[in-house]
T-cell receptor
Framework: DAKTTQPNSMESNEEEPVHLPCNHSTISGTDYIHWYRQLPSQGPEYVIHGLTSNVNNRMASLAIAEDRKSSTLILHRATLRDAAVYYCILKSGGGADGLTFGKGTHLIIQP | DAGVIQSPRHEVTEMGQEVTLRCKPISGHDYLFWYRQTMMRGLELLIYFNNNVPIDDSGMPEDRFSAKMPNASFSTLKIQPSEPRDSAVYFC?????????????FGPGTRLTVT
Protein backbone atom coordinates (compact mmCIF):
# COMPACT_ATOMS: atom_id res chain seq x y z
CA ASP A 1 0.00 0.00 0.00
CA ALA A 2 1.17 3.52 -0.76
CA LYS A 3 2.51 5.69 2.05
CA THR A 4 0.64 8.53 3.77
CA THR A 5 1.96 11.55 5.67
CA GLN A 6 0.06 13.19 8.52
CA PRO A 7 0.97 15.84 11.11
CA ASN A 8 1.95 14.32 14.45
CA SER A 9 -0.55 16.38 16.37
CA MET A 10 -3.20 19.08 16.04
CA GLU A 11 -5.14 21.13 18.52
CA SER A 12 -8.62 22.57 18.17
CA ASN A 13 -11.36 24.09 20.28
CA GLU A 14 -14.58 22.41 21.21
CA GLU A 15 -17.54 23.13 18.93
CA GLU A 16 -15.29 24.35 16.10
CA PRO A 17 -14.62 22.56 12.80
CA VAL A 18 -11.44 20.51 12.49
CA HIS A 19 -9.58 19.80 9.27
CA LEU A 20 -7.15 16.89 9.45
CA PRO A 21 -4.82 16.71 6.42
CA CYS A 22 -3.26 13.65 4.81
CA ASN A 23 -0.73 13.61 1.97
CA HIS A 24 -0.47 10.58 -0.30
CA SER A 25 1.50 11.69 -3.34
CA THR A 26 2.18 8.12 -4.56
CA ILE A 27 -1.48 7.04 -4.49
CA SER A 28 -2.49 4.72 -7.32
CA GLY A 29 -5.71 4.83 -9.28
CA THR A 30 -7.22 1.90 -7.38
CA ASP A 31 -6.33 3.08 -3.87
CA TYR A 32 -9.20 3.96 -1.58
CA ILE A 33 -8.59 6.50 1.18
CA HIS A 34 -9.69 5.17 4.58
CA TRP A 35 -9.80 7.02 7.89
CA TYR A 36 -9.89 5.34 11.28
CA ARG A 37 -9.57 6.83 14.73
CA GLN A 38 -8.56 5.42 18.08
CA LEU A 39 -9.98 6.92 21.24
CA PRO A 40 -7.96 6.47 24.44
CA SER A 41 -7.95 2.88 25.70
CA GLN A 42 -10.19 1.67 22.85
CA GLY A 43 -9.79 -0.23 19.62
CA PRO A 44 -9.60 1.64 16.32
CA GLU A 45 -12.91 2.81 14.91
CA TYR A 46 -13.83 3.29 11.26
CA VAL A 47 -14.63 6.88 10.31
CA ILE A 48 -15.04 7.18 6.55
CA HIS A 49 -13.58 6.16 3.20
CA GLY A 50 -13.67 7.29 -0.41
CA LEU A 51 -12.10 6.92 -3.84
CA THR A 52 -12.44 10.12 -5.85
CA SER A 53 -15.52 12.07 -4.84
CA ASN A 54 -16.05 13.83 -1.54
CA VAL A 55 -17.94 11.73 1.00
CA ASN A 56 -20.16 12.56 3.94
CA ASN A 57 -21.49 10.44 6.77
CA ARG A 58 -22.83 11.04 10.23
CA MET A 59 -19.35 11.22 11.75
CA ALA A 60 -17.37 13.31 9.29
CA SER A 61 -16.72 14.47 5.75
CA LEU A 62 -13.86 13.46 3.49
CA ALA A 63 -12.59 15.98 0.97
CA ILE A 64 -10.35 14.51 -1.74
CA ALA A 65 -8.13 16.71 -3.89
CA GLU A 66 -8.74 16.62 -7.61
CA ASP A 67 -5.34 14.99 -8.26
CA ARG A 68 -5.96 12.65 -5.28
CA LYS A 69 -2.51 13.37 -3.85
CA SER A 70 -4.03 14.67 -0.65
CA SER A 71 -7.23 14.49 1.37
CA THR A 72 -8.78 16.15 4.39
CA LEU A 73 -10.95 14.67 7.09
CA ILE A 74 -13.42 17.25 8.35
CA LEU A 75 -15.11 17.09 11.73
CA HIS A 76 -17.79 19.73 11.45
CA ARG A 77 -18.19 20.50 15.14
CA ALA A 78 -15.61 18.91 17.38
CA THR A 79 -16.52 17.68 20.83
CA LEU A 80 -14.27 16.51 23.64
CA ARG A 81 -15.19 12.97 22.64
CA ASP A 82 -13.43 13.48 19.28
CA ALA A 83 -10.03 13.63 20.99
CA ALA A 84 -8.24 10.65 19.47
CA VAL A 85 -5.48 9.51 17.14
CA TYR A 86 -6.68 9.72 13.54
CA TYR A 87 -5.17 7.42 10.92
CA CYS A 88 -5.26 7.97 7.16
CA ILE A 89 -4.73 4.65 5.33
CA LEU A 90 -4.67 3.76 1.64
CA LYS A 91 -6.17 0.43 0.56
CA SER A 92 -6.30 -1.14 -2.86
CA GLY A 93 -8.23 -4.19 -3.97
CA GLY A 94 -5.23 -6.39 -4.55
CA GLY A 95 -2.15 -7.32 -2.59
CA ALA A 96 -1.87 -7.90 1.13
CA ASP A 97 -5.02 -7.43 3.14
CA GLY A 98 -5.35 -5.86 6.56
CA LEU A 99 -4.67 -2.26 7.50
CA THR A 100 -1.21 -0.70 7.70
CA PHE A 101 -1.31 1.93 10.43
CA GLY A 102 1.17 4.79 10.52
CA LYS A 103 1.63 7.07 13.50
CA GLY A 104 -1.50 9.09 12.74
CA THR A 105 -2.45 12.55 14.02
CA HIS A 106 -3.08 13.03 17.72
CA LEU A 107 -6.05 15.42 17.89
CA ILE A 108 -6.37 17.45 21.07
CA ILE A 109 -9.65 19.22 21.77
CA GLN A 110 -9.62 22.17 24.16
CA PRO A 111 -12.83 22.93 26.08
CA ASP B 1 -25.13 -6.80 17.19
CA ALA B 2 -22.77 -6.66 20.16
CA GLY B 3 -19.77 -5.93 18.00
CA VAL B 4 -16.49 -7.81 18.12
CA ILE B 5 -16.04 -9.48 21.48
CA GLN B 6 -12.65 -10.22 22.98
CA SER B 7 -11.71 -12.04 26.17
CA PRO B 8 -10.12 -11.65 28.54
CA ARG B 9 -9.84 -7.86 28.62
CA HIS B 10 -6.74 -8.03 30.78
CA GLU B 11 -4.27 -10.87 31.25
CA VAL B 12 -1.26 -10.94 33.51
CA THR B 13 0.97 -13.97 33.30
CA GLU B 14 4.47 -15.06 34.08
CA MET B 15 7.15 -15.64 31.52
CA GLY B 16 7.01 -19.15 30.12
CA GLN B 17 3.29 -19.61 30.59
CA GLU B 18 0.83 -20.28 27.80
CA VAL B 19 -1.58 -17.48 26.97
CA THR B 20 -4.78 -17.80 24.93
CA LEU B 21 -6.68 -14.79 23.67
CA ARG B 22 -10.18 -15.20 22.32
CA CYS B 23 -12.29 -13.39 19.75
CA LYS B 24 -15.87 -13.58 18.55
CA PRO B 25 -16.35 -11.65 15.30
CA ILE B 26 -19.51 -9.91 14.19
CA SER B 27 -21.98 -12.46 12.86
CA GLY B 28 -21.85 -12.79 9.08
CA HIS B 29 -18.40 -11.25 8.69
CA ASP B 30 -16.15 -13.33 6.45
CA TYR B 31 -12.83 -11.81 7.45
CA LEU B 32 -11.07 -11.84 10.82
CA PHE B 33 -7.86 -10.03 11.72
CA TRP B 34 -5.49 -10.08 14.69
CA TYR B 35 -3.40 -6.97 15.43
CA ARG B 36 -0.92 -6.07 18.14
CA GLN B 37 -0.23 -2.57 19.48
CA THR B 38 2.86 -1.46 21.37
CA MET B 39 4.32 1.96 22.03
CA MET B 40 7.44 1.11 20.05
CA ARG B 41 5.87 -0.50 16.97
CA GLY B 42 2.37 0.93 16.90
CA LEU B 43 -0.45 -1.16 15.44
CA GLU B 44 0.68 -4.10 13.35
CA LEU B 45 -1.20 -6.88 11.61
CA LEU B 46 -0.34 -10.38 12.82
CA ILE B 47 -2.60 -12.68 10.80
CA TYR B 48 -5.93 -12.70 9.01
CA PHE B 49 -8.52 -15.30 8.05
CA ASN B 50 -11.07 -15.48 5.25
CA ASN B 51 -13.95 -17.90 5.72
CA ASN B 52 -12.07 -19.49 8.66
CA VAL B 53 -8.94 -20.16 6.57
CA PRO B 54 -5.66 -18.43 7.48
CA ILE B 55 -4.60 -16.37 4.48
CA ASP B 56 -1.56 -14.41 5.59
CA ASP B 57 0.42 -15.04 8.77
CA SER B 58 3.54 -13.16 7.72
CA GLY B 59 3.07 -10.73 10.60
CA MET B 60 3.24 -13.40 13.29
CA PRO B 61 6.49 -12.63 15.10
CA GLU B 62 7.72 -16.18 15.65
CA ASP B 63 6.73 -19.79 16.14
CA ARG B 64 5.64 -19.13 19.69
CA PHE B 65 2.54 -17.46 18.21
CA SER B 66 -0.28 -19.44 16.65
CA ALA B 67 -3.85 -18.59 15.64
CA LYS B 68 -6.84 -20.72 14.82
CA MET B 69 -10.38 -20.18 13.64
CA PRO B 70 -12.29 -23.43 14.15
CA ASN B 71 -15.60 -21.90 13.07
CA ALA B 72 -17.08 -18.65 11.82
CA SER B 73 -17.83 -17.33 15.29
CA PHE B 74 -14.61 -18.00 17.20
CA SER B 75 -10.88 -17.44 16.90
CA THR B 76 -7.94 -17.83 19.26
CA LEU B 77 -4.45 -16.38 19.37
CA LYS B 78 -2.07 -18.45 21.46
CA ILE B 79 1.39 -17.59 22.74
CA GLN B 80 3.47 -20.47 24.08
CA PRO B 81 5.76 -19.85 25.86
CA SER B 82 5.11 -16.19 26.61
CA GLU B 83 7.92 -13.66 27.05
CA PRO B 84 7.98 -10.14 28.56
CA ARG B 85 8.40 -8.62 25.07
CA ASP B 86 4.98 -10.03 24.14
CA SER B 87 3.38 -7.49 26.48
CA ALA B 88 1.04 -5.43 24.32
CA VAL B 89 -2.62 -4.79 23.52
CA TYR B 90 -3.98 -7.38 21.11
CA PHE B 91 -6.94 -6.42 18.94
CA CYS B 92 -9.25 -8.60 16.94
CA UNK B 93 -11.20 -7.12 14.03
CA UNK B 94 -13.74 -8.45 11.56
CA UNK B 95 -14.97 -7.32 8.16
CA UNK B 96 -18.05 -8.17 6.13
CA UNK B 97 -16.51 -8.34 2.67
CA UNK B 98 -13.36 -7.72 0.64
CA UNK B 99 -11.01 -4.79 0.93
CA UNK B 100 -11.11 -1.93 0.03
CA UNK B 101 -14.87 -1.68 -0.12
CA UNK B 102 -15.70 -2.62 3.45
CA UNK B 103 -14.55 -1.31 6.80
CA UNK B 104 -13.08 -3.24 9.70
CA UNK B 105 -14.71 -3.37 13.11
CA PHE B 106 -12.35 -3.69 16.03
CA GLY B 107 -12.87 -5.25 19.42
CA PRO B 108 -11.91 -3.53 22.69
CA GLY B 109 -8.61 -5.40 22.88
CA THR B 110 -6.85 -7.63 25.37
CA ARG B 111 -4.09 -6.00 27.39
CA LEU B 112 -1.43 -8.64 27.98
CA THR B 113 1.29 -8.21 30.57
CA VAL B 114 4.00 -10.84 30.81
CA THR B 115 6.20 -10.54 33.90
Amino acid sequence: DAKTTQPNSMESNEEEPVHLPCNHSTISGTDYIHWYRQLPSQGPEYVIHGLTSNVNNRMASLAIAEDRKSSTLILHRATLRDAAVYYCILKSGGGADGLTFGKGTHLIIQP
Amino acid sequence: DAGVIQSPRHEVTEMGQEVTLRCKPISGHDYLFWYRQTMMRGLELLIYFNNNVPIDDSGMPEDRFSAKMPNASFSTLKIQPSEPRDSAVYFCASRLGPSPYYEQYFGPGTRLTVT
